[in-house]
């Protein structure tokens, strides 16, 4: 059985940016092979280890991955899922009313699904039992209106905002079907309504790309009391012009790695690393990847980021359904606790945990 997915456009006109012309600009489809993922089956290591999963996505786009898809996910891997976050992917925006506020039609279709799973019928685990969304920065401080409607209608629950700001100058290279201007982290604008964000206590998660981090570094120590998450560690490129560039792109990731993480403010997520855009290219395997060739892959990545942000600042992440792609729910949990097999048991409980609880103010008892 194969499913498919698509990223929506209404977000695409709330934000102004521009719409590729052809239909693959428009859309980022990609499949998932059910009947591949069944081919790789792994018992859970350590099934009792508490984890939040702090990165994943709901959605109705023809096809779709819902509470009863996350939850099968979850129940069918037999890791310990105590609670989860959901990450914008502008699903549900409001059809009717002000463009700007949109977005907001989101945190009321995921806080609807929170408070389902709260009521314990749809298991233990606490599902989007925090809510990242989005709102358009570009409207300086016009946006407080939006945040303050996505706060009344999510409640506890709204914990911040992610932006996309992905540039790179080989336009060859495509992970949404936006096109954003570059430097948008620099922008002035954007940065009045960045600043707004304090005075709500909302975070900020950013999704761009490896040469964009020393942007995401001057926007952290510009807004030093503004939590910052980057996900997807930074994204290094392993496709079009850096296809060939491996080492050269590991080693300036690396080095804008470290020196972002000076920034006591900005935490990171380890995953989201079977995306086309890293080349891996796990999805054109026979089989899909065991959690041993996920860590091999991964480890050099990811033992720099909790060199660099110690596992107080980093979190693994799922970035589900995204990463469905390429692996099963169960599998890369068991890839995250092969990458953390020589830490201490304090270590395992801030990256599986603790971080993503304080990061995104969870209830202690998830």
Not at 76 to 84: D, K, Y
Not at 200 to 207: C, E, Q, T, V
Not at 270 to 297: C, D, I, R, V, Y
């Amino acid at each position: 059985m194969t499913r498919h997915y698509e990223v929506g456009e209404k977000a695409m006109q709330v934000m102004g940016v521009k719409i590729g012309e052809t239909e693959t600009e428009k859309k980022v489809l990609f499949a998932i092979n059910e009947d591949w993922l069944a081919k790789r089956r792994e018992e859970p290591i350590d099934p009792a280890m508490p984890i939040i999963d702090p990165h994943h996505h709901l959605w109705d786009r023809g096809s779709r991955y819902l509470l009863d898809d996350l939850k099968h996910d979850i129940d069918s891997s037999g890791h310990n899922i105590r609670a989860t976050v959901f990450l914008q992917c502008d699903s549900m925006y409001r059809a009717e009313g002000d463009p700007n506020f949109a977005s907001v039609g989101e945190t009321e279709f995921v806080n609807g699904i929170a408070a389902m799973s709260a009521s314990g019928i749809y298991g233990q685990a606490r599902l989007c039992a925090g809510i990242v969304g989005f709102a358009n920065l570009l409207l300086g401080a016009q946006v407080d209106a939006v945040l303050e409607a996505h706060l009344r209608i999510g409640g506890d629950r709204f914990k911040g905002v992610r932006y996309c700001s992905v540039w790179d100058a080989d336009k060859s290279i495509k992970s949404t079907p936006m096109d954003f201007p570059r430097g948008l982290l620099l922008d002035p604008q954007f940065r009045a309504g960045f600043a707004r964000l304090e005075r709500y206590r909302l975070s900020f998660d950013a999704f761009l790309y490896h040469p964009q981090i020393p942007e995401l570094a001057d926007l952290a120590r510009t807004f030093p009391d503004t939590t910052i998450v980057l996900n997807h560690i930074g994204s290094p490129l392993g496709i079009g012009v850096y296809a060939s560039r491996r080492n050269e792109v590991f080693k300036d990731w690396q080095r804008n790695i470290n020196d972002l993480a000076k920034c006591l403010n900005v935490h990171i997520k380890l995953g989201g690393m079977g995306m086309h855009f890293f080349g891996f290219e796990f999805e054109k395997q026979t089989m899909p990847p065991s959690a041993e060739e996920l860590a091999n892959a991964w480890r050099p990545f990811v033992e720099t980021c909790v060199a660099a942000f110690g596992p107080q600042r980093a979190m693994f992440e799922s970035n589900f359904p995204v990463d469905k792609r390429y692996y099963s729910y169960g599998i890369v949990w068991n890839a995250f606790k092969r990458l953390a097999e020589g830490l201490s048991p304090d270590e395992k409980m801030e990256l599986f945990f603790n971080t993503a609880r304080r990061t995104y103010r969870l209830p202690v008892g998830v």
